[in-house]
C-alpha cells in the first residue's frame, strides 16, 4: 500500500491524508494470493461496488 500512495503523492507529499482512503480502498479490493481472495469479499462475504456501479 504504501507504495500504491507513495505514487499517488510524488508531486505533492504533503497531501498524503488526502489519498489514504483511495489507497486503503485499492489494497482492499485487490486480491492476495494467501486468501485466494480479496480482503473486502473475505471480510464482508461479497465483492465490493465500485463507486455504484455493480
Not at 21 to 32: G, I, Q, R, V
Amino acid at each position: 500500500m504504501e507504495l500504491y500512495l507513495r505514487c499517488f503523492v510524488h508531486n505533492c507529499p504533503s497531501k498524503w491524508a488526502e489519498w489514504i482512503s483511495l489507497a486503503e480502498f485499492w489494497y482492499n479490493t485487490s486480491y492476495h494470493s494467501t486468501l485466494k481472495s480479496t480482503p473486502f469479499k473475505v471480510l464482508y462475504g461479497h465483492k465490493p461496488r465500485f463507486f455504484g456501479i455493480t
